[in-house]
């Protein structure tokens, strides 16, 4: 499929805002969030930034971003309409955490209930992301059980890296939790990816030519000549093709970026002290969101519509 910056960006952008969101309603309800209101306004500042700025460029992949409040009618049938209404409601835990950080609010049962809420909203609308690609049968690189796991994983990986910094940026007593944390979801992350992409490479679609025409049944089935002499609107957006060799090359670099560079840098963050260790937590974050972009430009990249069958292609 055709990688677009776009849809990229939403993925990354967003799976990391609520992750953050995650992690810090979480410590919240385990009562380790400092009594800090400038340390809590500006997580739940860069949260609601890193989600809000995702969505907006989501619908910058549309033909016409002014309809696309009339995806949201469609939730009884569609993921992405579900994912809207989703990350609609996400937002009402959101403001009402600013207001009471911001108003100084005493009251833990509110705080509480508060706090599970985002958690919810936030881990549902990730799992209607990641499921927008998991439902589609015709892609048999996201129609399987890794497009979920990588995109809840991935989700809380970014926003442990990201909540890691701010701790390790005020000397907080849990930053060593919270480091724990991002280790666990980064050393998950990169087994999840790897067990990922030896999938693709032992398997391949049950959708051939002979299939997709019909005429599999008495012999193998060739193309004798293509629908078209030059590309077309399919062959741009559903039959994207990357090199063998560029991709295994790219799949390196992703797993260093993303996921061993991080770990190195936040045992070194753990076990160092001053800027030291700040300076490590934030070339985590750099390394990781480089790493995942990278990451995200594969997942859409090496993905194939079986309509390229129709187009040449052995497997889709």
């Known amino acids: 499929m055709h990688p677009a910056k776009s849809v990229i960006f939403f993925t990354t952008a967003s799976g990391a805002g609520y992750g953050l969101l995650i992690w810090f309603a979480l410590f919240s309800l385990l009562n380790r969030i400092p009594a800090d209101r400038d340390f809590a306004l500006v997580v739940l500042g860069v949260s609601f930034a890193l989600v809000t ?5 989501s619908t910058a992949h549309l033909g016409h971003p002014e309809r696309a409040w009339r995806a949201l009618s469609q939730w009884r049938t569609s993921w992405l309409s579900r994912e809207g209404v ?6 009402l835990p959101i403001f009402a955490y600013f207001y009471v950080w911001f108003m100084g609010v005493d009251d833990p049962d509110a705080v509480a209930a508060i706090a599970a809420s985002a958690i919810v909203l936030a881990l549902i609308t990730v799992y209607c992301t990641a499921m927008i690609y998991a439902s589609l049968k015709t892609i048999r690189a996201w129609y399987n059980r890794y497009t979920v796991i990588g995109y809840l994983i991935f989700s809380l990986m970014t926003g442990a890296v990201l909540l890691t910094f701010f701790a390790h940026l005020r000397q907080f ?3 060593d939790e919270i480091a724990a944390a991002a280790l666990l979801c980064l050393g998950l992350g990169l087994m999840v990816k790897q067990a990922y ?3 693709l490479q032992a398997s391949s679609s049950v959708s051939d030519i002979g299939t997709a025409t019909g005429l599999g049944g008495p012999g193998r089935t060739t193309l004798l000549e293509g629908p078209h002499t030059e590309s077309n609107y399919l062959l741009d957006e559903m039959g994207y093709r990357i090199a063998r ?3 295994d090359k790219l799949r390196i670099y992703a797993s260093v970026l993303g996921f061993v560079l991080p770990i190195a840098l936040i045992v070194g963050a753990v076990f160092l002290s001053g800027w030291s260790e700040v300076l490590c937590a934030l070339f985590a974050v750099a390394f990781c969101c480089t790493g995942i ?3 995200r430009w594969l997942f859409f990249a090496e993905a194939r519509h079986v309509v390229t069958l129709y187009y040449g292609e052995a497997h889709a």
Not at 53 to 57: D, E, I, K, Q, V
Not at 86 to 91: D, E, K, N, R, S
């Open 86 to 91: 989703a990350a609609i409601l996400a937002y």
């Open 173 to 175: 007593d849990m930053r």
């Open 245 to 247: 060799k560029h991709a």
């Open 53 to 57: 700025a995702g969505l907006l460029s």
């Open 293 to 295: 972009l990278l990451e």
């Open 197 to 199: 992409w030896r999938f």
